[in-house]
């Protein structure tokens, strides 16, 4: 009886559609959210992350519809985010039907957001999203989409995000994210050594081997990947099967 | 039949009611005491604090409403801080009393494990469950929660580990909980809700 590794696939967001970035230049389509929510719920994902990256006010407007669309079609968790500012954008995004909520560049310059969404509801469904580049020795936690440093360790900021009732983190490599050359691990195990929460490992993800040094070497409890699942290089139950194997606790489907 | 959900003003209720609704079950929401004591069977989810589910019971006036179904004998299906508040009390929320329809207190998960206890987990049965009929040993459940009652209660059927053994499914009768989501469970936890259908009478 052991508590199983999650595998979440994740749609960036813009303007109602799923979009990739491609080398910081340009964004593809890659297809309906709902239309992609149901294939991984299908396919045994454990949970679904949907992240709104939306440039403008007008895809920003259409992102609770998106949230509604996706988690008619799950029968696992979600977890939702990209952008909340408030306790009511929050709580929009919960009631839309999201289990989490992410919260990023707000909870940097008001760290009291994390307490009243985790008073209100709980700390399983707050999510601190910490993007994080190498800085020396250590890590720096970024915000606006990783683009502005904060000044702040990522360690410590992690740390404090859990003392204000964050529940889990969720930790994007910079240096990593877009790069296909494996998770950090490094960076990934700080960070579970130093909080009590679960952390999700995130950015860099190509092969099946980088899965399982995530679990290994970085400590994750669970590992969250884009594009690599859009393009079905490969297939979550083909991931699941690889780890399993390799002794890696996994839901298997039915 | 139709099912009332309690609706104490916060909660997983919406996905809940989808689910149950997938598998052809009629559901109103009770937010009143009148729809608790008309309801032929009740599901009582909760997701959240300990103190604001019974604070929102209350404020609504379901507390009394709640304990007056259960010594009916109206079938109740609690689930996550739904089973939790159907003991007597919280370390949660000292002070605070929970509907007590078991008499056991819900602790903290230990602090050598990482808490909340987020994702997939596997049960250990412990007696026949009315809940689990059907279901295979090993099966996942998605469980999201930092507190649980004690396995050791006289109304575990299944139990789970997470630092410490606790309760996973109660039943006592046509008392029945889940710590787990049955609806965010895939296929196994729909099992478990369509069981606790084809259990009413």
């Known amino acids: ?254 | 039949m139709k099912l009332a959900i309690v609706d104490y003003g916060a909660g997983n209720l919406p996905s809940v009611e989808r689910a149950l609704r997938a598998l052809g079950a009629e559901t109103e929401r009770a937010i009143e005491p009148a729809a608790i004591a008309r309801a032929k069977a009740i599901v009582l989810p909760g997701v959240g604090h300990f103190a604001a589910f019974v604070a929102g019971l209350r404020e609504r006036n379901l507390t009394a409403a709640l304990i007056a179904a259960q010594a009916a004998g109206v079938p109740l299906l609690g689930i996550c801080l739904g089973l939790q508040v159907m003991f007597a009390s919280s370390a949660e929320a000292p002070g605070e009393a929970g509907l007590g329809f078991f008499p056991e207190q819900v602790f903290a998960l230990p602090a050598t494990v990482k808490s909340p206890h987020i994702g997939w987990n596997q049960l250990r049965s412990i007696r026949e469950s009315k809940l689990l009929r059907g279901i295979p040993e090993g099966a996942y459940f998605y469980f999201a929660h930092s507190f649980a009652a004690p396995a050791s209660s006289a109304a575990t059927v299944a139990a789970c580990d997470h630092g410490l053994a606790f309760a996973a499914v109660v039943e006592r009768g046509h008392l029945m909980a889940v710590q787990f989501h049955p609806e965010k469970s895939g296929e196994v936890g729909a099992r478990v809700l369509r069981n606790f259908l084809e259990s009413l009478p």
Request: aromatic letters at 6%.
């Open chain 1, 1 to 254: 009886m052991t508590l199983a590794r999650r595998i979440i696939p994740c749609l960036d967001v813009d303007g109602g559609r799923v979009v990739k970035g491609v080398e910081f230049e340009g964004l593809r389509d890659m297809g309906d959210p709902a239309a992609l929510a149901a294939r991984y719920n299908r396919e045994g994902a454990d949970e679904l992350a949907v992240l709104d990256i939306s440039a403008s006010s007008q895809g920003r407007g259409t992102f609770l519809g998106t949230i509604r669309a996706v988690a008619e079609q799950l029968n696992i968790p979600l977890t939702a985010g990209g952008g909340i500012r408030t306790m009511e954008e929050g709580r929009a995004v919960l009631l839309a039907g999201a289990d989490k909520v992410t919260v990023n560049t707000a909870a940097v310059e008001r760290p009291e957001l994390i307490s009243e969404l985790s008073r209100q509801f709980g700390a399983q469904a707050v999510v601190l999203s910490l993007d994080a580049r190498r800085k020396g020795a250590s890590w720096e936690a970024y915000v606006r989409g990783g683009r502005q440093p904060t000044g702040r360790d990522a360690a410590a900021w992690a740390a404090e995000a859990v003392s204000r009732g964050a529940g889990e983190i969720l930790l994007t490599s910079i240096d990593r994210d877009g790069t296909r050359s494996g998770f950090d691990c490094e960076l990934t195990a700080a960070i579970a050594a130093t909080v009590p929460v679960p952390v999700i490992a995130s950015g860099g993800a190509s092969t099946f081997e980088d899965f399982f040094a995530v679990f290994t070497r970085g400590q994750a409890d669970a590992a969250l990947a884009a594009s690599i699942f859009h393009q079905e290089t490969h297939s979550i139950a083909a991931l699941k099967e690889f780890l399993a194997a390799r002794g890696i606790p996994v839901r298997l489907s039915r």
